[in-house]
């Protein structure tokens, strides 16, 4: 739920996350093209792999950075393009836990994030 202070302006975000999923070795391999076709299409930064869940996020993935420009073209590309995977985009606003609780977009599948994580790591 929102604070009811008022709205946030969208320039609180500087960026956004992608994060794109994968259960095997058969969605690893459709996540590998799509990383390349997110490579060469749109000016993005390329995150590790992580073959093992990390953080608040419950299977592996990579992450793709971008900035705030680039969201009007690359999460429509995303909707239309996301090979069957499951995908998390959300805002880079310096808060972690809103921007993984309280405003994200999935494309796919709504996985249960371990948002504890986060409140843990921004207590510490």
């Known amino acids: 739920m929102q604070p009811t202070a008022g709205p946030r302006p969208a320039s609180d975000i500087s960026g956004y996350h992608a994060h794109i ?67 998390l985009v959300h805002p880079r606003t310096g808060e972690d836990v809103p921007d993984h609780e309280t405003y994200p977009l999935w494309l796919g599948e709504k996985l249960p994030l371990d948002v504890g994580f986060l409140r843990r790591f921004a207590s510490a």
């Open 21 to 87: 999923y994968y259960r095997n070795d058969a969605e690893k391999a459709e996540a590998a093209v799509l990383r390349r076709q997110l490579t060469a299409g749109f000016e993005v930064e390329p995150g590790r792999w992580r073959d093992e869940p990390v953080g608040p996020h419950p299977l592996p993935m990579y992450q793709i950075a971008f900035a705030a420009d680039v969201f009007a073209a690359l999460v429509p590309w995303l909707m239309l393009n996301r090979r069957g995977l499951t995908i």
